[in-house]
């Protein structure tokens, strides 16, 4: 158990008018209860009060302060009203102090005073609220008129200077004045008492603003407004006054505003008082402390309380059996601080995942730690319920709302007198809230209207400046005539146009009754000649080949075919027993199917009333219904067609319930037509009511029932038949007709039932814990005729999923028709036709969007051709492979100074002897991740990564002078911060021990091979760069005497000198510790976008299935963590601590032995020069040759200080 001891350092005695202790204190022992009680502290970790009464003195105080410091107290709250050497002390000591009453602007400086925030916002915060306000308003120009107080001036002062620091706002300052405090000035006796401050000023500037400011007490408010009025500066609505107050609101403190106490008191009726006059109420607004929410009064209790418990121990007076002690906001702001400690506490125990006492003691005690983190969270949410906002100087910004008057009925209660007495003041008008303040990132709040701010002038705001100038300077008695005369003109110009407008709708009305009546849709039944379906054949374009699918005879069952003025259409009677009148509704719905138009809807030509009987004419499609092509056997249908169709009928719903039918409502098979293109349309859409009437007079039951097999259930069970269709119950209609695609079955054939037993069972609906009654899902198994080949034989799952969802019970559970075209698209992917002739309808058929296709696959390609170029990019530098993919050769390159880093983890050997391949794989992932997107923001390129092994060149391919020195450097700094606070995955509590090497000197670059091209460097630069790594030190960089010299050049590192350290190949050299930065190092850049995306993803259960097979023993290590040859080179560093191994003993020039696998390292020596062993469970020891080798040719370098190195490397 660690008890932390946190100081409070109230004022609850003493000499001081402002003691808010005895009012407070219960805040801070209630806010420990909710620590505990919430959690905010890990397990065994709380928090302990010391309180020290400071009677508001400073050296009671600073002596109280010093001596917690001394007991080792990890945080101070408070003091009240001195915070300045409080401040001081506690920074020197590097303890947070949080103060919940200190207004000492002086202590916003980080600089002096790093470890100090206060949860009560300072007066000058409230400035920012005010330029939010005019900001929103367009009131660009203002004048300020401030009380003569230090406190409003230094409002004014920080107004101020917000407004010329920020060019960017536009905001100018016309005036600014200040006046002395009447009540002051007469109880000091001063000569101010006597001057008329309010009219001298407005003399001086109302003439040149529009926009005060006015920063003073609420009394002089009102006479500042009350001045305004006599001149008459609020009739026309052209002046506005802004005001602050930092109360909380209330009813009460609002009236103030407005009136003075003792004027309400004595009248006790706003309309009997002269001031001020409703305009002038209306030019008001008033930004105020928000008021709390109403948890507020919960919490007031709970600091009664707890103010009576241990430790305080107030007794409350007897006058407070009577009334109840009034709890201030105070309270709250020290509540707030006591969590945000807490808070910030907690998340740094848990993120650095501290458990010693020692540990968690320092933790708490470091300030300028607790600080950072506060102000990086910035936001915390106030016990007041309010979203609190911490700026950069650790000052809560507040939270504020604007105020202004409303209309409305009031009667409030009001003290009359001081003794309490209590009377009704009546009104019927008030200053409400109107508006709040949103704190975001930026330094100005955005500001909401939550209600309608009446204006005088109307829905008009008033404008900062007239048109024409303050003093009417941009208007001269020209301009004003013309002004005139263009006004003029104007009115004229609206009147006419009101004129043609008026004349364009009553002609427009005239024409749609004239098509509603008829003239549009109405046709002649003379005008129509009965004819076969064979007939109209003769009449269709024969010039279709004989092969094709066109040609296949269709005999049209449900079609009745005629002839209209010369062209071939579709009728379909509807016979009544009585004479039917057609209602206007209806003569409407047919004026909207005549201008319905898409190449999925069968278009509604007319319809020939007679007195029992009508016929809705529609366009004749040469292939019937699609019941006559599903019956037909002749027609084989392909997949292609299927995929064909069904997208057609989704793409002519969509288009239905865009239009003002909004639904089909009789959709079936049936309903459903296919042209001699082989396009898909619906017909028999709209009409319901016609319908309707005509299936109740001139058909049987059977067939009434079998009709209703496509109607949703909730049609079905819709007594009253007052609902005719919905979107949901076409999705419904939809899921049958695609059981019938599917199957060229009748949705219910497999059930043996009649269309009357069918239907009562799909009105009934399921039983608890039943499906509902649907067709039969294992004859869709069965007998569909979509297959895709790589599904085989049955209906695949995306199709029957998509398809139960359509009928499901129901209607919200059904998908849209957009959502089923997304659903099917996999239909139509890879299809291809059979036959030419096939190809060439489908040609026919999409002609029309060829265009869109052809866009679409050129998008496409686009797209692929830039994952391809990205892919490229990231195995090559930018410029080589731009060069690569231009055609032009790459040649070697020279570079006299480039920087080079490489790192390994320390005891990575162990970790993967004790894991499973798959979390290594998974280690290796995240940590690389991490790595890369940290090299993002400098100027160097990864040259690859093997294993635990990273290797970061910086400048080349395009050198950057002396900065690849400072990249590397920098960026290596950053990379030990970031792994320090990394944790292994699968073994959270294993650090990840980093080793850095780094070295300067000259390279050769160039790409080597054709199969698989790679960016390689060659050189001794590579070597030295890999002993600096293998002779390094955990968690160190380890940087080389070239390196320091050219960080040196640069500026703002700090090293340190390691000493002479034996490097095999050079004997003893002197190296360095790289140990941090200084103003002037290299930093990354602030534009760095998002981590890279993954061009590739693993597949889903691919690790989970492996791991499951894998023992997790290290000999699998060899087969997943292969090495390439280019490494080889590195026979101290890399390769003789992981599962390939070199031997360090040389064997001749140029040569090396080389084992796979553990059980091979002990009896490597075995081998030949140039010759590699591999170990098998199976097999013995398998020699290999160096000609099978990438990198078997020697390649030395020119170094003539060193020994010749022979070496290979080449990136994968």
């Not at 869709?780 to 599904?791: A, E, K, N, W």
């Not at 940087?1039 to 960080?1047: D, P």
Request: hydrophobic share 35%; glycine share 6%; aromatic share 8%.
């Amino acid at each position: 158990m660690v008890n932390l001891t946190i100081g409070y350092l109230p004022t609850i005695l003493g000499e001081h008018r402002d003691k808010q202790g005895l009012s407070i204190s219960g805040a801070i022992t209630y806010a420990l209860q909710q620590i505990e009680k919430q959690k905010i502290l890990p397990d065994g970790v709380s928090l302990v009060l010391q309180f020290n009464d400071t009677r508001s003195d400073l050296l009671l105080t600073t002596k109280a302060l010093t001596e917690m410091m001394c007991k080792d107290v990890v945080a101070v709250f408070g003091p009240e009203n001195t915070c300045n050497v409080e401040a001081t002390i506690s920074s020197a000591w590097n303890r947070m102090m949080i103060s919940h009453k200190c207004a000492d602007h002086t202590v916003s400086d980080k600089k002096k005073f790093p470890t100090f925030i206060r949860t009560y916002p300072t007066e000058t915060q409230v400035t920012k609220s005010i330029v939010s306000l005019l900001l929103h308003y367009n009131w660009k120009k203002f004048s300020i008129v401030a009380e003569n107080s230090p406190r409003w001036q230094t409002v004014a002062d920080s107004l101020e200077a917000r407004v010329t620091a920020n060019v960017a706002m536009k905001l100018h300052l016309n005036h600014r004045l200040k006046f002395e405090d009447m009540n002051r000035c007469c109880a000091n006796r001063e000569s101010c008492c006597h001057n008329s401050w309010t009219f001298d000023i407005l003399e001086k500037t109302r003439s040149g603003t529009r926009i005060y400011v006015f920063l003073g007490e609420p009394h002089n408010l009102y006479d500042f407004m009350t001045t305004m009025q006599m001149m008459r500066l609020f009739t026309k609505g052209e002046y506005m006054v802004i005001s602050v107050d930092w109360e909380t609101y209330s009813p009460d403190r609002a009236r103030e505003y407005l009136w003075k106490q003792q004027m309400v008191s004595e009248i006790r009726n706003c309309s009997e008082l002269e001031s001020p006059s409703p305009e002038a109420a209306k030019s008001l607004l008033m930004i105020v402390t928000t008021k709390p929410n109403e948890g507020f009064t919960t919490f007031s209790e709970m600091v009664r309380k707890y103010n009576q418990a241990p430790p305080f121990g107030f007794s409350e007076p007897d006058i407070f059996k009577t009334f109840v002690r009034h709890v201030p906001m105070y309270a709250a702001h020290l509540y707030d601080a006591v969590l945000l400690y807490a808070r910030a506490l907690g998340a740094t125990l848990r993120e650095h995942n501290l458990t010693d006492p020692d540990s968690i003691t320092e933790a708490a005690k470091d300030g300028k730690s607790l600080f950072k983190n506060i102000i990086r969270d910035r936001k915390y949410e106030s016990v007041t319920g309010a979203s609190i906002r911490i700026d950069d100087n650790g000052d809560s910004e507040g939270n504020y709302t604007v105020l202004a008057v409303k209309f409305n009925n009031i009667s409030r209660a009001i003290n009359v007198n001081k003794m309490g007495d209590k009377d009704k003041f009546h009104c019927h008008y008030e200053m409400m809230p109107v508006g709040r303040f949103d704190y975001t990132n930026n330094t100005t709040p955005k500001f909401t209207l939550t209600d309608k701010i009446l204006w005088v002038a109307g829905e008009r705001a008033p404008l900062d400046e007239p048109p024409c100038g303050y003093r009417n300077e941009r208007c001269s008695d020209s301009d004003t005539r013309l002004r005139d005369s263009q006004i003029a003109a104007g009115v004229l110009g609206c009147i006419f146009l009101a004129a043609v407008i008026t004349t364009l709708f009553v002609y427009r009305k005239w024409k749609v009754e004239q098509e509603i009546a008829g003239l549009v849709w109405k046709i002649d039944p003379k005008d129509i000649i009965s004819m076969s379906s064979q007939t109209a054949d003769g009449f269709m374009d024969k010039s279709t080949s004989k092969l094709s699918l066109a040609s296949v005879a269709v005999d049209q069952v449900f079609t009745k075919v005629g002839r209209y003025r010369g062209t071939i259409v579709r009728t379909k009677e509807l016979c009544f027993s009585k004479r039917y009148d057609i209602g206007r509704k209806t003569m409407k719905e047919m004026r909207l199917m005549r201008e319905i138009r898409h190449d999925n809807i069968n278009p509604f030509i007319g319809a020939a009333v007679e007195p029992c009987r009508i016929q809705i004419v529609s366009e004749y499609c040469h292939k019937g219904s699609l019941p006559d092509i599903l019956e037909n056997d002749d027609i084989k249908l392909e997949n292609i067609f299927i995929a064909s169709m069904v997208n057609d009928l989704i793409k002519g719903m969509t288009h239905l319930h865009k239009t003002d039918l909004h639904f089909h409502g009789n959709l079936k098979s049936s309903n459903c037509v296919v042209t001699s293109r082989w396009v898909l349309q619906i017909t028999d859409y709209g009409l319901h009511e016609l319908r309707a009437a005509a299936e109740k007079d001139s058909i049987g039951d059977h067939e009434l029932y079998r009709n209703l097999l496509w109607k949703a259930p909730e049609l079905l069970n819709d007594q009253s038949n007052s609902v005719r269709g919905t979107p949901k119950a076409d999705v419904y209609a939809f899921g049958m007709i695609l059981y019938e695609i599917l199957t060229r079955q009748d949705a219910f054939t497999g059930y043996k039932l009649e269309p009357k037993d069918i239907v009562d069972k799909i009105r009934t609906g399921p039983a608890p814990g039943e499906k509902p009654f649907r067709p039969d899902i294992q004859m869709l198994q069965d007998y569909c005729i979509f297959v895709q080949p790589d599904i085989g034989m049955g209906c695949p799952e995306y199709i029957r999923s998509c398809m139960e969802d359509c009928w499901a019970e129901s209607p919200e559970q059904r998908p849209d028709f957009p959502t089923i075209r997304d659903r099917l698209r996999k239909m139509r992917e890879g299809m291809k036709p059979f036959i030419m002739d096939q190809l060439m309808e489908m040609m026919v058929i999409y002609a029309g969007n060829l265009e869109l296709l052809v866009t679409e696959r050129t998008q496409l390609l686009y797209e692929e051709k830039q994952k391809t170029e990205d892919l490229l990019h990231r195995m090559l530098p930018k410029p080589v492979a731009q060069r690569l993919t231009r055609g032009w050769g790459v040649e070697p390159e020279s570079y006299e100074a480039v920087t080079i880093y490489f790192s390994d983890i320390v005891g990575f050997t162990k970790m993967s002897a004790e894991s499973t391949p798959f979390q290594v794989v998974n280690f290796l992932n995240d940590l690389y991740t991490l790595f890369d997107s940290i090299i993002q923001g400098y100027d160097v390129y990864k040259v690859e990564t093997i294993g635990d092994a990273y290797m970061v060149v910086s400048g080349l391919p395009l050198p950057n002078g002396d900065l690849h020195a400072g990249m590397i450097a920098s960026m290596a700094l950053d990379l030990l911060s970031a792994v320090k606070n990394h944790r292994v995955s699968h073994r959270p509590k294993d650090p990840v021990l980093l080793r850095i090497g780094i070295h300067t000197g000259p390279v050769v670059a160039g790409v080597v091979g054709l199969t698989m091209p790679r960016y390689c460097l060659f050189g001794d630069t590579v070597n030295t760069a890999s002993r600096m790594e293998s002779n390094g030190e955990p968690l160190r960089i380890h940087i080389s005497c070239e390196c320091r010299k050219a960080l040196e050049k640069i500026g703002g590192y700090v090293t340190e000198e390691r000493g002479l350290v034996a490097m095999k190949g050079k004997g003893e050299v002197l190296t360095h510790w790289l140990i941090g930065v200084t103003s002037g190092a290299v930093t990354a850049r602030a534009d760095v976008g998002p981590d890279q995306a993954p061009l590739f993803c693993r597949p889903s259960g691919a690790i989970g299935a492996a791991s499951s097979n894998a023992n997790g023993s290290a000999g699998n290590m060899s087969d997943l963590r292969r090495r390439s040859p280019r490494m080889l080179h590195r026979a101290e560093s890399m390769l003789t601590r992981r599962v390939s191994s070199v031997d360090s003993r040389p064997v001749g020039s140029g040569s090396i032995r080389m084992s796979s696998s553990l059980a091979a390292q002990q009896g490597r020596t075995q081998g030949q020069p140039n010759r590699m062993y591999h170990h098998d469970n199976s097999a013995e020891l398998l020699e290999g040759s160096n000609s099978d080798s990438i990198c078997s040719s020697t390649i030395s370098t020119n170094q003539p200080p060193t020994p010749k190195v022979n070496f290979s490397f080449s990136p994968f």
